[in-house]
């Protein structure tokens, strides 16, 4: 099987998800992009900033709207290493991002094509477009990888 070359976002995407693990955070990264120029970059920093809405795309969300000097980020794209749980797509849906192209599905916690499907209810205010599975492989071994190593940690941890 042919593997294409990922998109640019998603490779700083995945770059953000490492610096979370570095971080000691769940490997999770989001870049926002208008008009093709990365305008916010971000990692989840939930535990660091002791702030459990600091999600990858909620920060990333912020940056851009303080880079635009605007709420509503009208034309921009949202690249994630995983699919956002309800809060972020409650978020992104009032950001107005135009795209959203995540690498790894989440059926446990994602909220866009699973569990509570947020752009599909009649209360969301804005749908944005959707694409998923690119960077899946990465994103996920990153995810897996860091779970292990905490349930190792765990076990090896004396009590």
Known sequence: MKRWPLPEPMVLALVE???AVAAG?????????????VIAAAHNAPRT???PTAHAEVLAIRAAAQALGNERLD??????????CAMCAGAIA?????KVCYAAADAKGGAVEHGARVFEQDQCLHRPEVYSGM???????????????RRTKRIDTPE
């Open 94 to 98: 009032h950001a107005r991002i135009a």
């Open 49 to 51: 900033l002791h702030d």
């Open 25 to 37: 955070e769940v490997p999770i990264g989001a870049v926002i992009v208008k008009d093709g120029v």
């Open 17 to 19: 998800a490492r610096k």
């Open 75 to 84: 034309g921009c794209e949202l690249w994630v290493t995983l699919e956002p």
């Open 135 to 149: 960077g899946e492989a990465e994103a996920a071994d990153l995810l897996r990888a860091f779970f292990q190593q």
